[in-house]
């Protein structure tokens, strides 16, 4: 069993600044890709950055440049920094990762999600 717990969320005005940690535990090998999401109310769940295990980094048009995503091998953890946030940023924000189990098979794992409101 596998869990992805975040922390990090929470209200700050249109301009401040936000970082979200998410830490995997349980049993596997490795955890592949990880990266973090968010649904705002009556909406879809959107990518908003990607990492890979070796430090390759994609982000959605609407963050680039403000977010920046990194992770923590050693730690099993991946951060987003928020900058510059914007009331348009408001979501629920999921943390989400790739395991690897007994070497060769890869899981995908949810986090349960923690709230970002940016106040205008």
């Known amino acids: 069993q596998v869990q992805l717990v975040e922390s990090g969320g929470g209200l700050v005005q249109a301009g401040g600044s936000l970082t979200l940690s998410c830490a995997a535990s349980g049993s596997f090998s490795s955890i592949n890709n990880m990266a973090w999401y968010h649904q705002a109310p009556g909406k879809q769940r959107h990518l908003v950055a990607a990492?890979?295990?070796?430090?390759?980094?994609n982000y959605a048009d609407s963050v680039k440049g403000r977010f920046t995503i990194s992770r923590d091998n050693a730690k099993n953890t991946v951060y987003l920094q928020m900058n510059s946030l914007k009331p348009e940023d408001t979501a629920v924000y999921y943390c989400?990762?790739?395991?690897?189990?007994?070497?060769?098979?890869?899981?995908?794992?949810w986090g349960q999600g923690t709230q970002v409101t940016v106040s205008s």
């Open positions: 989400n990762a790739v395991v690897v189990a007994h070497e060769i098979y890869e899981y995908d794992y």
């Open positions: 990492i890979t295990s070796g430090g390759s980094t």
